[in-house]
């Protein structure tokens, strides 16, 4: 695929001079959710007026709030290798740092991701640096088969998310058949010249190898994929517009856009001075883009991670994020070391809570945290997941599975103030699944993992 920069650019200069009526119009359209055109996407980007802001906010909130109920679903990330042939100039891991580099062992492995399971984590993120002779695919598989074979008395790792560097279609059939759930990667930045002003060196320096690696994992039968881009590196609704145009991209050839967006925002690391990038988003525009995000693909997932600090992460979930990180490192081996000894992350993580601080944290903020994997699992992935969105389905499947997940998590991993929230939670809002037969089940399934007669129970 192609990004038409002209294209964005002009957009943007043209939505400099959207009136008041089209954006009301627009404003409207978004209300009744219709689809915007890239005008109106651009329009909504560029106003500065705070009444309009004030209404971008409450529409994504409403929307949120529809489609995805008081839902959020956990995860955290693995780092498995630090080894990088790339020059990223954001990024500590970039090449031409000297640091004692390395990867996992298999019995390092299994040490972080029991510590990960001990948290309560169902759904990890595997993340590498690119090194075809230090960390092969090879290796990456291997990583995968070890994590999903691992059992606990608390069940297991049920999803692996995947978020390596742009590869081949041969290596992302191997990733498909190891069973992987989405694979992310970020384009960084759409705007092709800041592209190649802050990749350096190494193979990811080829734009539009980066660009269609979608296209061949979805050729490979990859059909969950998740995109982001870094924001800090170049003007933020330009980015925001070549999300969107990547999104009909795989939509129309594919059947089903991203799976996810990401919204990383850049954090500073070591080897990189953060005032050397010119483009760093301040926080009331980063959440009217993950707003505005929200309101152009309601049914895409929105993933937060904990680069964000505790209050942007409060308010970005009533805004439009659905899934969101938690008790997050991102060193190789990081869950093993303490948090003082971390040696080479590879960004300072602005959130440092406990998984079970924020997981109780969102409880008391009226949400339900979701450990729930059940649609890879049963195979709704690509167009059949972007289906049963569109379809208002989600709200018989996802929310029962996201009770029944919570509940397990209060019986294997909370206390009894602990469980005592999460049933008060859990009763409320069996009360809102619409479909009379999927809430019976719900709640004699509940009840099995209350009294331990049942449990990894998903629809
Ligand atoms: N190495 C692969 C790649 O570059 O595509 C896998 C992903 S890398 C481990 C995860 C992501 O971290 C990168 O895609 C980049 O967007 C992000 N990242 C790197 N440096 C960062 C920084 N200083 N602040 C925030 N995010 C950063
Ligand atoms: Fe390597 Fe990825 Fe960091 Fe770039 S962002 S230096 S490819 S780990």
Not at 13 to 36: M, W
Not at 68 to 94: E, H, K, Q, T
Not at 240 to 263: D, Q, R, W
Request: glycine share 8%.
């Amino acid at each position: 695929m192609q990004i038409n920069r002209e294209y964005i650019e002009n957009l943007l200069d043209e939505a400099k001079t959207a009136g008041d009526a089209f954006i009301s119009r627009t404003l409207d359209k978004a209300e009744k959710s219709e689809p915007l055109s890239h005008r109106e996407i651009a329009a909504l980007l560029v106003t500065g007026n705070p009444e309009h802001l004030k209404q971008i906010f409450a529409i994504a909130g409403a929307i949120k709030r529809r489609i995805y109920g008081s839902r959020i679903v956990m995860f955290a990330p693995l780092y498995v290798s630090n080894y990088c042939v790339n020059r990223c100039a954001y990024c500590s891991f970039n090449c031409g740092h000297d640091f004692g580099r390395r990867k996992l062992t298999m019995d390092e492995l299994r040490e972080e991701v029991t510590i990960l399971e001990k948290m309560g984590h169902k759904r990890l993120a595997l993340e590498a640096g690119e090194h075809d002779s230090e960390c092969p695919i090879d290796y990456i598989l291997e990583c995968i088969e070890n994590i999903y074979e691992m059992k606990f008395e608390n069940g297991a790792i049920r999803r692996i998310n995947v978020n390596i560097a742009a590869t081949t279609t041969e290596n992302y059939r191997k990733l498909k058949d190891a069973g992987i759930g989405t694979y992310i990667l970020f384009q960084e930045t759409y705007h092709e010249p800041t592209y190649e002003r802050v990749h350096l060196a190494g193979p990811k320096k080829d734009f539009a190898w980066h660009l269609d690696a979608f296209d061949r994992a979805q050729e490979a039968g990859i059909d969950d994929v998740g995109g982001g881009v870094l924001f800090g590196l170049a003007d933020p609704y330009f980015e925001v517009l070549g999300l969107m145009l990547h999104n009909e991209h795989l939509e129309k050839k594919y059947g089903a856009g991203f799976h996810t967006i990401s919204v990383p925002r850049l954090c500073p690391a070591s080897g990189m001075n953060i005032a050397d990038f010119p483009n760093l988003v301040d926080d009331i525009t980063f959440a009217k883009i993950v707003a505005i995000i929200r309101i152009a693909v309601p049914f895409t997932g929105m993933i937060l991670s904990t680069r964000e600090d505790h209050g942007m992460r409060k308010k970005l979930l009533q805004l439009g994020i659905s899934q969101i990180s938690a008790g997050s490192r991102t060193t190789v081996g990081g869950y093993s070391q303490s948090a003082q000894n971390e040696t080479h992350p590879q960004f300072l993580v602005n959130d440092d809570r406990s998984a079970l601080s924020i997981i109780t944290e969102l409880m008391d903020d009226g949400y339900i945290p979701s450990f729930c994997t059940a649609c890879y699992r049963n195979g709704r992935t690509g167009d059949r997941f972007m289906s049963l969105a569109k379809s208002g389905q989600i709200g018989n499947v996802c929310l029962p599975n996201a009770l029944m997940t919570l509940s397990e998590y209060s019986m294997d991993y909370g206390d009894a103030a602990f469980q005592e929230k999460a049933a008060a939670i859990i009763g409320r809002e069996t009360a809102h699944i619409a479909d009379e037969h999927i809430r019976q089940k719900t709640i004699e399934n509940v009840e099995k993992i209350r009294t331990n007669k049942g449990r990894d129970f998903f629809v």
